[in-house]
């Protein structure tokens, strides 16, 4: 079963930096199976890149995702206040057929 | 575009079952593949199940089977997700989500349903 760990559990920056959040499988992971969502307090979360690398609609270009088999990474460019968040990464297709990391909590510095 | 649009909030008593409404707007049901998350209150989210189109049918995360039942009502564009013999553990919000993209992300998510289990 695989299981996804993110890190760090908290990050703390200040607008205008740039930010690297890392999801790690236990097993490999399909890249066209690995997501990232945005959750703000009290809404649904909102995908943010899918296939590792694709940014879903309306997603600015300061967000990108890379990585590939185990390690992926998702690369915030230049934060603005909208951005601190919590992050999720995503696997789909291996057993458990989909699972979530625990969230990394990006914050103000 | 499409739309979740979620049933309202519940309070059952532990050993109850709990059902969930999602209804879709802006395309039909049979277009799509729905899921089902859970978020316990301060936690992560938790995948509960749902239709994969690569096998055809509903699938269930293990720590679910049995308790949980995912169906979808075609003529009304309404999937619902009933959990059964609920205990303190189950308060959370569901939300159900679905794979617009084909791609096993979750593109479009309904608003939310905050079940809480409590004597």
């Known amino acids: 079963e695989i299981v996804l760990t993110q890190s760090p559990g908290t990050l703390s920056l200040s607008p205008g930096e740039r930010a690297t959040l890392s999801c790690r499988a236990s097993?490999?992971?399909?890249?066209?199976?690995l997501a990232w969502y945005q959750q703000k307090p009290g809404q649904a979360p909102r995908l943010l890149i899918y296939?590792?690398?694709s940014r879903a609609t309306g997603i600015p270009d300061r967000f990108s995702g890379s990585g590939s088999g185990t390690d992926f990474t998702l690369t915030i460019s230049r934060l603005e206040p909208e951005d601190f968040a919590v992050y999720y990464c995503?696997?789909?297709?291996?057993?458990?057929?989909?699972?979530f990391g625990q969230g990394t909590r990006l914050e103000i510095k | 575009q499409v739309q979740l649009v979620q049933s309202g909030a519940e309070v059952k008593k532990p050993g109850a079952s709990v059902k969930v409404s999602c209804k879709v707007s802006?395309?039909?049901?049979?277009?799509?593949?729905m899921h089902w998350v859970r978020q316990a209150p301060g936690k992560g989210l938790e995948w509960m199940g749902g239709?994969?189109?690569?096998?055809?049918?509903?699938i269930y995360a293990q720590k679910f089977q049995g308790r949980v039942t995912m169906t979808e009502d075609t003529s009304t564009d309404t999937a619902y997700m009933e959990l059964s013999s609920l205990r303190s553990e189950d308060t959370a919000v569901y939300y159900c989500?679905?794979?617009?993209?084909?791609?096993?992300?979750?593109?479009?998510w309904g608003q939310g349903t905050m079940v809480t289990v409590s004597s």
């Open positions: 296939g590792a690398s």
């Open positions: 989500a679905t794979d617009k993209l084909l791609a096993g992300a979750f593109d479009i």
């Open positions: 239709f994969d189109p690569e096998d055809g049918e509903t």
């Open positions: 802006g395309y039909t049901l049979t277009e799509l593949s």
């Open positions: 995503q696997q789909y297709g291996s057993s458990p057929r989909s699972a």
């Open positions: 097993q490999s992971v399909s890249s066209s199976y």
